[in-house]
């Protein structure tokens, strides 16, 4: 996975962390508490978005492998109906 999703997967565990603190303040919960719910579904928000963009980025990879072998395929379709077009008899 690219460091590039990996720090978007931190941001959105730390944005995921703010807002459990704001929550948590809302509600009159002590300190204490909320920064230790806060830290836990940082931890886990991050590691369930990794393993997600993991997933997507080898869905997508594959996706464009298959797209990239079918232009050549269609690539070489079309030169060997140009080439047998040129032959006589053909």
């Known amino acids: 996975m690219s460091n590039v999703l990996k720090q978007l ?8 962390f703010v807002v459990v603190l704001i929550v948590g303040f809302l ?3 002590p300190l204490a508490v909320s920064v230790f719910r806060a ?4 931890c886990v928000g991050s590691i369930v978005v990794a393993l997600f963009f993991r997933f997507f980025a080898g869905v997508l990879y594959r996706f464009v492998a298959e797209q990239i072998l079918q232009q ?3 690539k070489k379709d079309k030169v060997a109906g140009a080439k047998e077009a040129e032959l006589p008899g053909g």
Request: positive net charge.
């Open 27 to 29: 509600l009159d919960i």
């Open 9 to 16: 997967s931190v941001a959105i565990g730390g944005l995921l």
């Open 72 to 74: 050549r395929k269609a």
């Open 39 to 42: 830290t836990v579904v940082m």
